[in-house]
């Protein structure tokens, strides 16, 4: 993870135990999953009003063969990514997600709310429906940010190639 904040870091029983621990003292988890190629202001407001829906905020990074956005795609490598965004002193923990789907994260943090974007509120995907089911089947619910401050990475690299 870079010369970042190595603490927020967590594996997989890491996660299960960050879970655990927030629901025994009465906590409430969110978790925010994507790739986060380029690290943006829409992403910024998006951990904050995820924050605010719980005591304790999770980011799952995917991993770099799981972010297929293109050539050259991601821009970072997983340890600057997730480095990166446990810079943010509104993120609790960052976990680097070795598949290309949140669904084990999911399963061992137990998130009380799975937080995507409001472009997936606008078209949601049969992979977020199968997240969203896994995430109810354990206790959560699924909620979408509505950022006044939205950017997409691959449209804010396409703009400067073009």
């Known amino acids: 993870m ?8 967590v594996d997989l029983a890491g996660l299960e135990g960050v879970g655990a621990r927030a629901r025994a003292s009465g906590l409430r988890t969110a978790l925010c999953h994507g790739c986060f190629d380029l690290l943006h202001v829409g992403h910024v407001h998006h951990f904050h009003r995820a924050a605010a829906l719980a005591d304790v905020l999770v980011v799952s990074v995917s991993a770099d063969a799981a972010c297929v956005k293109g ?10 990514r997730t480095g990166l965004i446990a810079a943010l002193e509104v993120v609790d923990h960052v976990h680097a997600a070795e598949d290309s789907s949140p669904m084990r994260v999911i399963e061992a943090l137990r998130p009380d709310v799975y937080v995507k974007g409001p472009d997936y509120a606008r078209n949601p995907c049969v992979r977020l429906r199968a997240e969203t089911a896994l995430v109810e089947r354990l206790g959560g619910r699924t909620a979408f940010t509505d950022e006044d401050v939205t950017a997409s990475s691959t449209a804010l690299l396409r703009r400067l190639h073009a």
């Not at 870079?2 to 870091?9: E, L, Q, S």
């Open 2 to 9: 870079g010369a970042y904040r190595r603490d927020k870091a």
């Open 71 to 80: 050539p050259g795609r991601p821009l970072y490598g997983i340890a600057d």
